[in-house]
C-alpha cells in the first residue's frame, strides 16, 4: 500500500483520517493511563528493591512514547476529532479531544516528566529511601497522568475530575518526606491554595454550564459582554493558583524547596503550566474580548515577573532561586498571553501570533530550562547536603559536567543569546514594540511599558543566576564537605544532558518550533485565511546565524588557544588580589554580599528583615548579622491573618459547653432567627 | 560592498584610537602632555606578546571571558549602522540582540570576576550588575522612542541609515532627552567619569579595573580592545542620533560619521575633566535620572 515517494508525513490517501485521529486518542489516552498506573506494580515488590523501581521507570517511559506517538499523529489532523462517551455521572460526559494547543502540551507532559523518572533511578534510589520510594513513584505517576488528562478534557466535569486528581497526586509527591515538619507546613499551604483554585472551577464551570448550555469546552457561540467578562475573571482567578501569578503564588516557592528535586523539576516546569494551559483554553473559548482583559494580564505579568526575580536574587536557598525564578516566568508567559488578547480585542492578527507564540514558546522554554536546572539542583544538593548556596564554592572543579549542565540552563534562563530563552522573548519583544506602530489604536502603545519591564527582568535574571552560577561552582569552597564531592551518576546526568541539547538546538535553529507553534496559536483562535507563520513575522533565521557564527567564532579562538598555549609562558598562581599572598575562602564575596547593593536599591519591594547585633566595647567581640527575605503576601500577610484568626476564633468556645439542653436551645434560636428572615422576606 | 568593507576596517581598527583621544583631552585639560593617542594600540600589542598568570583557583570561565566578551561586541558591531550606510547585518529586532549581546558579554566578565575568589572583584561585579540593571530600562526606553519616531524596528532603520530624510517634525524635545539619557548610559556602560574611574584611584578600584584584576597578557589585551570596541560601538549609536545630517556623498559621510564620533571622545574627556566622579552610593541616582529622562522622552512621542 505504501508507495515508494512516500516517506514523510501521512497523508490521507493512506490512512483513513478518521481512523488516524482515533489512534492518535486512543494512543495518547492509554500512554496516560499506563503512566498513571506505572508506580502500582512496584507495590507488590519489597519495599527497597531496585528492579521494581526499574520497573515503574520502565513502564513510565513506555506510556511517555505512547503518548508521544499519538500527540505527533494528533498533529497531522486539520480538524480535532473528539471522543464521546456518557457515563453514569448526572452531568457531563467522558469526552476528549487532542487538538494542537492540547499537543503543545502534551509534549512538555510526556517528555519532561520521563526524563525525570530516568533520574530518580539515581537521585531517589530506592534502597536508599524505601520508606517512601514507592509512594513517590505511584503518586508521580499519577501525576503526569492526570496532568495529560487535564489538558485533553473536553469537558468541564471531566477536567475538574481530572484536575482534581493532580491537584491531590501532587500533594502527595511534594510531602514525600512527610517526616519532616517544614515539608508538611507547606503541604498544607498547598492544599489550601489549590482548593481555594478548585472551588474557584467549581462556579467557572458552573457559570459556564449556565452561559452556554453545556459543560462542553467548545467555543461559545455568542455571550453577552457582562457574563464573559465573569467568565474571564473566574477563569484568571482560579487558574492564577496554580500557574503562580502574585499574589496567588504563597504555595509555590516552599512546595518547590521542599520536594525531591525531580519533582520540583516537573511541578516548575510542567504543572504550572496546566495552570496556564487552563487560560489559554478557556479564553480561547470566548468568543468576544474584552480591551481591560489583554491590559490585565500585562499589568500582572510584567508585576509578577519584576516581583519574582527581584526575591528570587535576594534568597539564598538552591532550590528556593530557582521557584521565585519561576515565578518570574510565569510573569513573562502571562505578557504574551495579555499581548494576544490585545491582539483579539482589536483584531491585529500579528499580535495574537506574536504574543501568544511568544508565550507557549516560553513555555516550553521554561520548562526545559527549568527543569534542567531544578535537576542541577538535586545533583548539587546529593553532593553538599545543604540547600544552602552561601556554604558551597568551587563545585566547577570536581563537578565539571554538572557545572556545564548548569550554565547552559542560566544561560538560557537569563534569556541571552543564543539560547531558547531568548528565542522565546524575541518573539513576545517584538510583539511588543509592534503595538507601538499602530497609530490607529494609541492606547495600545502603552503595552511598549511591558518591554522595559522585561528588560529589566532580563537583567535583573543575569544577576541572580551569575550570583547563583559563581557562588555554587566559581572560586573556592567555603567550608569543608563531608564526602569528596564528584560528579552524579549517569542516571542524572543523562537528562540533564539531553534537556541541554535540546535547550540549544532551541536557541540556535527556533525555526523547528514554528509548526507546533502556528498549530497550538491556530487552536486557541482560528485565524481564518491567514497563513502567516509566526516565524515570518520574526525573521527567525538571523538568530540562526548570529547563534552559529557565536559558536564558530568561540571555536575558532579555543583552537588559536591550544596552538598558542606553547608560545606564551602559562604560569599557575594563587588570585592576585591586589598583592595580598593569604587569600582565603572566607574571604570570598558571598552570595549575600554579592547581591548587596542591589538588594539595597530594591528594598522598598523585598522588605528585608535584618537582624544585626554588634556590642559596643574596646575590644570586638563576635558579632552577629542576619537578613531574611519574608515573602511579601505569604509571610507578611496570610500568615499573619491566619494567626489573628487563631487569636480570636478561640473566644467562641463559650458557645460549646458541652451540654445537649444548650444545643437544643441554639436549634430553637436558630429557627426562630429563620422565620424572622422569612418574615422580613415574605414583607419585602 | 564598499560600505561594508569601510564598515569592518573601522569597527576592527578604529575602536583603540577612542580612548587615546580621551585619554589626551584629558591631558590637555590638566596641563600635561599625556600619553600618545596610539597608546592603547602598543599596549595591546605589547600585552599580545606576555605570557600570563592565571589563578589556581579559576576554571575555563575565566579564559574564556575575554573573547566571548569581544565577539559579543563585535556582532553588536555589526548590527550597528556606521556613518550613513546600513549595519552589515540588519533585520527586524536587531536592536534586541545589540542588548542582549551585551547582556551575554556581561554574564561571562561578572563569572570571571567572581571565578578568581578575589572579594575586590567580587565588589566590582556586584556593581556591574546592579548598574547595569538601570542602564537597560533607560537604554530600552529609548529604543522605544526611537521606534515609534521612525517606525522601524531595525537598527539601521531607527537610525535612519541609508537615507537622507530623518526623524520627523517636532521630535526634537524627545530626541534631545534621549540623547541626555543615552549619553549617561554611554558613559556608564563603558565605566568613565562620573559612574566609574578608568583611572582607578581607590574606592576599592571601582568597576571595570577590578573585574580584570587578574587577567594578564593576551587575556588583558584582549579586554583592553573589546572594551574600546564596546565604546566606539555604543558611541556610533548616539552619534547616529546626534548627527542631524548627512551630505548623501558616500565619502563625505564617512568623514562626518568618523569626526563624529572623535567629537564624541574630545566631549567625554571634558566630561571626565569638569566632572567629579561620584561616590559609589550616588551612581544609582544619575542612572535612574536617565530613566526618567528616556521614559518621559517616551510619554511624549506617545501623545
Given amino acids: 500500500m505504501l508507495s515508494s515517494d512516500i516517506i514523510g508525513p501521512v497523508h490521507p490517501e493512506i490512512f483513513d483520517l478518521k481512523e488516524l485521529k482515533m489512534l492518535s486518542v486512543m494512543c495518547v489516552i492509554s500512554g496516560l493511563s499506563i503512566i498513571a498506573a506505572s508506580g502500582i506494580p512496584a507495590l507488590f515488590f519489597s519495599s527497597s528493591s531496585i528492579s521494581a523501581h526499574r520497573l515503574t521507570v520502565l513502564l513510565f517511559i513506555a506510556g511517555s512514547l505512547l503518548g508521544i506517538s499519538g500527540t505527533v499523529m494528533a498533529l497531522y489532523s486539520p480538524i480535532p476529532f473528539v471522543l464521546s462517551y456518557n457515563w453514569v455521572l448526572p452531568f457531563g460526559q467522558f469526552s476528549v479531544s487532542v487538538d494542537k494547543l492540547s499537543a503543545f502540551f502534551l509534549f512538555l507532559i510526556f517528555i519532561i516528566p520521563a526524563l525525570g523518572s530516568v533520574y530518580s533511578l539515581g537521585y531517589w534510589k530506592q534502597s536508599e529511601h524505601p520508606e517512601n520510594g514507592h509512594k513517590l513513584g505511584l503518586f508521580y505517576g499519577l501525576l503526569v497522568g492526570s496532568m495529560a488528562m487535564v489538558v485533553i478534557s473536553h469537558d468541564g466535569v471531566l477536567f475538574l475530575i481530572a484536575w482534581e486528581i493532580m491537584a491531590l497526586s501532587a500533594f502527595f509527591v511534594l510531602t514525600t518526606e512527610d517526616e519532616k515538619s517544614e515539608v508538611r507546613k507547606t503541604g498544607w499551604i498547598y492544599l489550601v491554595c489549590t482548593h481555594i483554585g478548585t472551588l474557584l472551577l467549581f462556579a467557572l464551570f458552573t457559570f459556564w454550564n449556565k452561559a452556554t448550555g453545556s459543560f462542553l469546552l467548545e467555543m461559545a457561540s455568542a455571550l453577552p459582554s457582562g457574563v464573559s467578562s465573569v467568565l474571564f475573571l473566574l477563569t484568571f482567578l482560579a487558574f492564577s493558583f496554580k500557574a503562580g501569578f502574585i499574589p496567588f503564588h504563597i504555595w509555590l516557592p516552599g512546595a518547590h524547596a521542599n520536594a525531591p528535586s525531580h519533582v520540583s523539576a516537573i511541578m516548575s516546569g510542567v504543572l504550572l503550566k496546566i495552570g496556564i494551559y487552563g487560560i489559554i483554553r478557556m479564553t480561547g473559548l470566548l468568543p468576544v474580548i474584552e480591551p481591560w482583559w489583554g491590559a490585565v494580564f500585562l499589568a500582572v505579568g510584567a508585576f509578577t515577573g519584576l516581583f519574582g526575580i527581584t526575591f528570587a536574587l535576594a534568597q539564598r536557598d538552591f532550590k528556593r532561586i530557582l521557584a521565585y525564578s519561576s515565578i518570574e516566568n510565569i510573569g513573562i508567559i502571562g505578557m504574551g498571553i495579555g499581548l494576544a488578547l490585545l491582539g483579539r480585542a482589536f483584531a491585529k492578527p500579528e499580535l495574537i501570533i506574536l504574543g501568544m507564540g511568544g508565550s507557549l514558546f516560553h513555555v516550553w522554554n521554561h520548562a526545559l530550562f527549568k527543569s534542567l536546572l531544578f535537576f542541577n539542583s538535586g545533583a548539587v544538593i546529593h553532593a553538599t547536603h545543604t540547600r544552602d548556596i552561601e556554604q558551597m564554592g568551587g563545585l566547577a572543579k570536581s563537578m565539571p559536567f554538572t557545572a556545564l549542565f548548569f550554565i547552559i540552563g542560566a544561560l538560557a534562563i537569563s534569556a541571552l543569546p543564543p539560547l531558547n530563552g531568548f528565542a522565546g522573548e524575541w518573539l513576545l519583544y517584538i510583539g511588543l514594540f509592534k503595538t507601538l506602530g499602530l497609530s490607529q489604536i494609541p492606547d495600545l502603545a502603552f503595552a511598549g511599558f511591558a518591554s522595559v519591564a522585561l528588560a529589566m527582568i532580563g537583567t535583573l535574571a543575569v544577576a541572580t543566576f551569575v550570583r547563583m552560577y559563581s557562588t555554587v561552582f566559581l572560586g573556592s569552597s567555603r567550608f569543608p564537605l563531608h564526602d569528596p564531592v564528584q560528579d552524579s551518576v549517569k542516571s542524572m546526568q543523562i537528562p540533564m544532558a539531553i534537556v541541554s541539547v535540546i535547550c540549544i538546538c532551541l536557541g540556535v535553529i527556533p525555526v523547528l518550533v514554528a509548526p507546533f507553534l502556528d498549530g497550538a496559536v491556530r487552536a486557541w483562535v482560528p485565524l481564518v485565511g491567514l497563513s502567516v507563520s509566526v516565524f515570518d513575522l520574526a525573521p527567525v533565521s538571523w538568530l540562526t546565524t548570529i547563534g552559529f557564527s557565536l559558536f564558530v567564532f568561540f571555536a575558532v579562538y579555543a583552537l588559536w588557544m591550544k596552538i598558542a598555549k606553547t608560545k606564551h609562558a602559562t604560569q599557575k598562581g594563587i588570585t592576585w588580589d591586589c598583592g595580598y599572598s593569604e587569600p582565603t575562602a572566607r574571604m570570598q564575596y558571598t552570595g549575600t554580599s554579592f547581591t548587596r547593593t542591589i538588594v539595597n536599591l530594591l528594598s522598598f519591594m523585598l522588605q528585608p528583615k535584618i537582624r544585626e547585633r554588634e556590642k559596643m566595647v574596646h575590644f570586638p567581640e563576635k558579632k552577629i548579622f542576619h537578613t531574611s527575605f519574608p515573602d511579601l503576601v505569604l509571610d507578611r500577610l496570610v500568615l499573619p491573618f491566619f494567626e489573628l484568626c487563631n487569636k480570636i476564633v478561640p473566644r467562641m468556645y463559650v458557645f460549646q459547653q458541652g451540654q445537649t439542653h444548650l444545643y437544643v436551645l441554639y436549634i430553637l434560636l436558630m429557627i426562630i432567627a429563620l422565620f424572622v428572615c422569612s418574615g422580613i422576606g415574605v414583607g419585602l | ?303
Avoid at chain 2, 20 to 46: C, E
Avoid at chain 2, 48 to 65: C, D, L, N, Y
Avoid at chain 2, 226 to 232: D, E, I, Q, V, W
Wanted: charge should be neutral.
Fill in chain 2, 1 to 303: 560592498m564598499i560600505d561594508i568593507g569601510i564598515h569592518l576596517v573601522l569597527l576592527l581598527i578604529l575602536p583603540p584610537l577612542l580612548p587615546g583621544i580621551i585619554n589626551k583631552t584629558k591631558a590637555l585639560f590638566a596641563g600635561r602632555v599625556g600619553p600618545p593617542v596610539f597608546q592603547l594600540y602598543y599596549d595591546i600589542f605589547k600585552l599580545m606578546r606576555k605570557g600570563m598568570v592565571i589563578s589556581e583557583t579559576t576554571t575555563w570561565i575565566f579564559r574564556a571571558a575575554p573573547i566571548i566578551t569581544l565577539i559579543c561586541v563585535f556582532i553588536a558591531g555589526l548590527l550597528v549602522p556606521l556613518g550613513n550606510a546600513p549595519a552589515c547585518l540588519f533585520f527586524m529586532g536587531d536592536f534586541l540582540l545589540y542588548a542582549y549581546l551585551f547582556g551575554l558579554a556581561r554574564f561571562f566578565t561578572t563569572c570571571a570576576a567572581l571565578d578568581t575568589g578575589s572579594a575586590f572583584e567580587g565588589m566590582g561585579a556586584s556593581r556591574e550588575v546592579t548598574f547595569a540593571s538601570l542602564t537597560e530600562p533607560a537604554l530600552f526606553f529609548a529604543f522605544l522612542v526611537l521606534v515609534k519616531l521612525s517606525g522601524s524596528l531595525s537598527l539601521s532603520g531607527m537610525l535612519h541609515a541609508g537615507s537622507i530624510g530623518r526623524y520627523p517634525a517636532g521630535s526634537v524635545a524627545p530626541l534631545v532627552m534621549i540623547i541626555i539619557g543615552m549619553y549617561i548610559v554611554f558613559l556608564a556602560e563603558n565605566s568613565r567619569i562620573p559612574v566609574d574611574d578608568p583611572q582607578t584611584h581607590l574606592e576599592l578600584t571601582m568597576i571595570h579595573e577590578v573585574m580584570i584584576l587578574d587577567h594578564s597578557g593576551p587575556l588583558l589585551g584582549i579586554i583592553e580592545y573589546a572594551s574600546s570596541m564596546k565604546l566606539f560601538v555604543l558611541g556610533s549609536v548616539l552619534i547616529n542620533i546626534i548627527i542631524p545630517f548627512y551630505s548623501g556623498v558616500q565619502w563625505l559621510d564617512w568623514l562626518i560619521f568618523i569626526g563624529g564620533l572623535l567629537c564624541l571622545s574630545v566631549v567625554v574627556g571634558i566630561t571626565e575633566s569638569v566632572i567629579a566622579r561620584l561616590r559609589m552610593p550616588r551612581v544609582p541616582s544619575v542612572l535612574i535620572a536617565a530613566i526618567l529622562l528616556c521614559g518621559s522622552s517616551f510619554v511624549m512621542v506617545l501623545r
